[in-house]
Each structure stands twice: as structure tokens, then as C-alpha cells.
């Protein structure tokens, strides 16, 4: 296994106050149920991050984003929130965010939490107080609640889907429907009321206060819904999300870039350099770009990136268009390939059909399709190289960098996401990227903690805990240490430009330079069937894999050389 020649350099300054960090930040991704379990119920806390922020700080990430950690009935997993402004006893208290938030910044790492804006739990104050006042009140306006079609009402009032299966819209016993685009845990809050307007703004500024760096926004691109409420019927939803189409009842309507200029105001309030990505699955990269204007949101995830297939020409174009659509708008891009709703990346990649799919939730795990790990692991490996060298910021999610990969067979018994309930068990969810981190090869949860944890890890997780890898030649965690270590040292991989140079078929070539400092290195990746000679550069900083014998580039492998 190629070794990183030049990865030495400490990871634990942070970014100089000014320089915009967010542009090209790497930000972790903390699932907080499924990272750290410091008092032995089986379930990731806030005291378990804060225990593992020295490991983070050595990873060489710049930030971490927690998943919701407020009080929470845990429908889906905490993103029914019950109140925005506490802390949910199964993840600890106040003073430990507090503390965390502190810790994290006297070692250099930045701190994003998460805001659930679409919904509330139904145990939220506000929607407790609108069963109890009932139809027509006041209390009831904060929600979206209409009356139902057909004898008597009976009939939900249109019909739209919930993301999780069923109905959009549950009955209450007086008759009243509400919405839910989720769960029906998870109530929708009515955006048009300036009272939700008012309070949303009003948890940025307690969660600023403490000290936050910013937000990732949850389903960013859902607040605000066609008022008239029509039906979807064969409406495509494909071809209603593109720029210059009439909108989609639900998603990505104009008027959300209302909301987002609102928090964008408050958000300038503060010092510092604060910032927000969205959560906007929107398949235009024009639309998307839309979120990122100057006047709102810093930065968006930018999923087209995750959905493409393990081919040459699909990724550059993609990469091209995504960076063109946010350059115009002055924002950088921002890269993702796992997260915590989505089929974990050596799980895709090892997909022998070569879609690189199966991250929608209705497709997620394919038993079908012939699946490779080992290949896939090899790809992801190449994919993190590649993703890492491109402009803009890069979230990595918790376990791929221990090259886990999704956890496919996990009992039925023990499945928690609302999908496996309300798709009927014809869907298993999204459990199998969600399971508990292993850090050392021994123990009750292999290091997560003292107790059984909420889901089984597999038995051959031993060997990729983080005490197997740390310091073991040619393992993942250490390629991600030592990519993230030369990405610090050379300014080039920051905003440096982006060149396309001439490669052989299905490969792909690129040069990234920082004039101010004279940074050159180029980044190769060949997803062809056949090694390819190694472009003739200077020295190789760091491989994906091994190397052939007379300097060749394996398939499925990514090679970082200096100029
Ligand atoms: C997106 C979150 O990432 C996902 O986990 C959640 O189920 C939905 N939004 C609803 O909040």
C-alpha cells in the first residue's frame, strides 16, 4: 500500500478568523445516537462526543455537525423535536452542549448543530396546545391543518405523500386533517405564520449565544408549500424541479428564499464567521445555487455530487456543473458522499450494475443487485482522494473513514426507522448507516460503550475499529489522516483553481493551483478497467491504493501528485 510521503503536518490549528473557513472546510458528521455512548444505555451523548473530540481534532477535520440532540420523543431518531432550545436526557443536558461547544473550540474544531424547521414533535408545546384548543383556533394556525374531502370529510384533503409511506395528512378525532410530510410525529409547522417566523429566529439566537458556529438546515427546501394545496396526481416531479419550470406544490418553491433571507440577517447579527448549509435535495444544480446567493445561505449540500455513478464522464460533469452554478452565485461548493439517510458509499460503489445508486430512501437497500464489498471499498477509498482535492467543502459522515460499510442484514427485530413501520416492512429504512461506531476490537459494543448498543454492529467490525487502524499501515483511517494533513500543508487544495488536464478514457485528471504561494499538485483518478501509466509530475504524495510496479495507476484508484 502506498504510504503518504509528506502527511505530517499537525492538524489541530484552526482556520484564522477572516478567511471564510466554511469555503473549504472539512466538517464531520456526528449521528449522535450512533458515535459515543458515555453512560452505557446503548445510545451515543453529548459527554461520548466530547470524550472523542481529542480523536477528531487528530483526524485533522476543521468542524462537526451534530445531529439533533434536543428532547425528543424519537420518532425519527431526534428529528422530532420537542423543544428546540434544551436538551434531550438521553443525550445529556444544556451544560454539556455548552461545555462541548467550548471544549471543541479551545481544540480548534468549529461547531455546527442541526435545526429541524419543517416539523415539530407532536409532543412540541405548540402542537400539544393545538389538540387541546381545537379547530379554527389560533393555537391551530401554527400547523397545517385543513378540513377533509368526500361524505363527512372523511377523505385526507389531498393527495400527498408522506417521505416515510402513507398519507401526508392524519385525522384527528374531531375531524381536522394535519399534514406531515414525514412522520405523523412529526407535524408541519405552518410557515406563513409569523409567529413560527418569529420563534425559528429566536433559536438561532439561543443556540448562537452559546457559541455555535452555524447550522445544517433540515430539509431545507420544504418550508413552504403551494397555499391552494392541489393534488399532486401524475404530476413529475423531475421535470417540475428544473430552473425555469412552473414549481412543485411542496418542494423547492421560490418563496422559501424569503425564509432563509430572514436568518441569514440574524445570523449577521453575530461575530464571528458563522455559517449555514442546507439539507435541499434538489436535483437542479441552478435551483440549488439559488439557496447559496450572497444575501442567504453560505453553503448547500450538494447531492447531485453523491447520486453519480462510478464513471469518469458522469463525475466531471457533475463536478462541472456544480461548481460552475455556485461560482456565478460567489459560493463555494459542497461535496458529500454518505451521511446518515443514505446507503453508506462502499456499500454503492460495490454495486456491480455501476449505478452508484440506491441513495433514495425507496432504493436503498438493493439484496438483488450483486454487491462487492471489497471493490467497494477500494472505490470509496479512490472517491474520498478525489472528493478531497476538489474546491470547496467536504463533509465526511461518522465511520467512513474506517471504511465501514452499510450494514444490510440487520435483524428486523431491531429496526427503528419510521420507514420500516410505515412503508408496511417493504422497506428496511435507514438503520444500516446508522449503526454504532466500533473503536476498539473488544468489549460489549466494541468501544461505543459500557452496554449492548440500540443496533448490532457486525462481528468483523472488530478489525475496522479505530484501535485496529490507528497506526496500521494502508489502513483508511490512516489515508483519511494523511489526506486531511496534506490538504492542510498545501494551499492549493483550498480555493486554488481548477484545471482539466488531458487523460486516457474513463480517467480523470485535474490541477489545482494557489498562485499567491506557487502550490501545485494534481489529482488522478482512474475508473477504468485497466491500469493506466501515471501522469508524469513530480513527486506522489499520497495513493488510494497500491501503485503498480513500473509506477502505473490501478483501476479504481486516486494518486495526488505535487508539480
Ligand atoms: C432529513 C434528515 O436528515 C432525516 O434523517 C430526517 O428523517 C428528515 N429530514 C426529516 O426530518
Not at 426507522?417 to 435507514?430: L, Q, S, V
Request: hydrophobic share 35%.
Amino acid at each position: 500500500m502506498t504510504q503518504p510521503q509528506t502527511a505530517t503536518t499537525a492538524a489541530t490549528e484552526p482556520a484564522p478568523a477572516g478567511e471564510q473557513w466554511w469555503r473549504n472546510a472539512v466538517i464531520y458528521q456526528i449521528y449522535i445516537r450512533s458515535f459515543a455512548d458515555s453512560d452505557g444505555d446503548g445510545i451515543g451523548d453529548l459527554p461520548g462526543i466530547r470524550s472523542r473530540l481529542p480523536y477528531l481534532r487528530d483526524l485533522g477535520v476543521d468542524a462537526i455537525w451534530i445531529t439533533p440532540f434536543y428532547p425528543s420523543p424519537m420518532a425519527d431518531g431526534g428529528y422530532d423535536v420537542a423543544d428546540y432550545r434544551d436538551v434531550e436526557p438521553l443525550f445529556g443536558q444544556l451544560a454539556d452542549a455548552e461545555a462541548l461547544i467550548t471544549e471543541a473550540h479551545g481544540m480548534g474544531l468549529r461547531v455546527l448543530v442541526d435545526i429541524v424547521p419543517n416539523h415539530s414533535s407532536d409532543q412540541h408545546v405548540w402542537f400539544q396546545a393545538a389538540l387541546a384548543a381545537g379547530p379554527g383556533s389560533p393555537e391551530r394556525a401554527r400547523y397545517v391543518f385543513r378540513q377533509g374531502r368526500g361524505p363527512a370529510g372523511a377523505e385526507p384533503p389531498n393527495d400527498w405523500q408522506s417521505t416515510f409511506g402513507g398519507s401526508a395528512w392524519t385525522r384527528l378525532p374531531d375531524g381536522a386533517w394535519y399534514l406531515h410530510l414525514f412522520a405523523p410525529e412529526q407535524p408541519d409547522v405552518n410557515w406563513e405564520h409569523p409567529e413560527v417566523v418569529a420563534d425559528f429566529h429566536d433559536t438561532l439566537r439561543f443556540w448562537l449565544d452559546r457559541g455555535v458556529d452555524g447550522f445544517r438546515i433540515d430539509v431545507a427546501n420544504s418550508l413552504k408549500k403551494d397555499q391552494g394545496f392541489p393534488d399532486l396526481g401524475d404530476m413529475d416531479v423531475e421535470l417540475l424541479d428544473t430552473h425555469s419550470g412552473p414549481r412543485h406544490p411542496i418542494w423547492d418553491r421560490d418563496e422559501v428564499h424569503g425564509v432563509y433571507r430572514g436568518w441569514r440577517l440574524v445570523l449577521d447579527e453575530y461575530d464571528g464567521e458563522r455559517a449555514f448549509v442546507a439539507e435541499a435535495w434538489v436535483t437542479d444544480p441552478q435551483r440549488l445555487a439559488m439557496y447559496v446567493r450572497p444575501d442567504e445561505l453560505h453553503t448547500a449540500f450538494n447531492f447531485q455530487y453523491l447520486r453519480a455513478p462510478w464513471e469518469a464522464a458522469a463525475l466531471r460533469s457533475t463536478i462541472d456543473e456544480c461548481l460552475a452554478t455556485t461560482h456565478a452565485v460567489g459560493a463555494p461548493t459542497t461535496w458529500v458522499l454518505s451521511n446518515h439517510d443514505v446507503t453508506r458509499h462502499a456499500t454503492r460503489y460495490g454495486r456491480l450494475d455501476h449505478t452508484g445508486g440506491g441513495v433514495a430512501e425507496g432504493e436503498r437497500v438493493r439484496p438483488d443487485t450483486p454487491l462487492d464489498l471489497s471493490l467497494g471499498r477500494q472505490r470509496a477509498r479512490a472517491a474520498t482522494l478525489l472528493t478531497l482535492a476538489l474546491p470547496g467543502s467536504t463533509y465526511l459522515y461518522q465511520g467512513e473513514e474506517l471504511g465501514l460499510e452499510e450494514v444490510v442484514d440487520l435483524p428486523e427485530s431491531v429496526l427503528q426507522d419510521p420507514i420500516w413501520e410505515r412503508t408496511h416492512h417493504a422497506e428496511r429504512g435507514r438503520d444500516g448507516c446508522r449503526v454504532p461506531i466500533p473503536w476498539t476490537p473488544h468489549g460489549p459494543s466494541l468501544g461505543f460503550g459500557s452496554g449492548e448498543p440500540w443496533l448490532p454492529q457486525p462481528a468483523d467490525w472488530a478489525q475496522r475499529s479505530v484501535a485496529a487502524q490507528q497506526g496500521a499501515e494502508g489502513s483508511t483511517l490512516e489515508l483519511y489522516r494523511a489526506a486531511l494533513a496534506l490538504r492542510r500543508a498545501e494551499p492549493a487544495f483550498g480555493e486554488g483553481d481548477m484545471s482539466w488536464q488531458p487523460s486516457p478514457d474513463d480517467t480523470l485528471l485535474f490541477e489545482r493551483s494557489d498562485a499567491a504561494s506557487g502550490s501545485r499538485v494534481v489529482c488522478a483518478v482512474n475508473l477504468g478497467e485497466s491500469a493506466v501509466p501515471l501522469p508524469s509530475y513530480g513527486k506522489v504524495l499520497l495513493a488510494s491504493g497500491p501503485l503498480g510496479p513500473q509506477a502505473e495507476l490501478p483501476p479504481d484508484t486516486t494518486v495526488w501528485l505535487r508539480v
